[in-house]
């Protein structure tokens, strides 16, 4: 997987936040976090929705899997971030978004990129996908 994002990260930034391949026109973004036992930085290319001028959501889906992805839990942990979205860096800070907030934002999300849906079906009765919304600061 770290070979896979690495080649992600390498050609968002040599394009300008975009990348091609599946990723191809849709909203992708590099989320630098520390780890939660560590404190190590990580980045991770993650889809992002857009929910205002200085907010975004993005999806703890790990692509269906039975396990919550790493980072999710990172951001708990440590919820100050840099986020990069095309060639803006923003520092921001996560939250999980509570059941009110996450329903829209996540059907939303189903509606606009179906693999989520696919994701959703996949997790079904083992784990609900967390949606995290970051808040950027100019």
């Known amino acids: 997987m770290a070979d ?12 300008e936040g975009r990348v091609g391949g599946p990723f191809e026109g ?12 560590t404190g190590t930085e990580r980045v991770n290319p993650l889809a ?3 929910l205002s001028d200085d907010s975004v959501a993005v ?4 692509g269906g ?7 999710f839990h990172n951001l708990v942990a ?3 971030v840099t986020v990069e979205i095309g060639t803006e860096t923003f520092p ?13 934002i996540w059907e939303r999300q189903k509606r ?9 079906v996949k997790t079904a009765g083992i784990r609900e996908i967390p949606v995290v919304v970051l808040d950027l600061a100019a």
């Open 59 to 62: 999806f703890a889906s790990a």
């Open 26 to 37: 849709r909203t992708l973004l590099l989320l630098h976090h520390r780890g939660a036992k």
């Open 48 to 50: 992002y929705q857009r």
């Open 92 to 104: 921001a800070r996560a939250h999980v978004a509570d059941e009110g907030e996450r329903e829209p």
């Open 112 to 120: 606009e990129w179906p693999g989520f849906a696919d994701y959703e």
């Open 65 to 71: 899997a039975p396990k919550t992805p790493d980072w």
């Open 78 to 80: 440590n919820p100050d």
């Open 4 to 15: 896979w994002n690495e080649q992600i990260i390498e050609e968002f930034h040599s394009n």
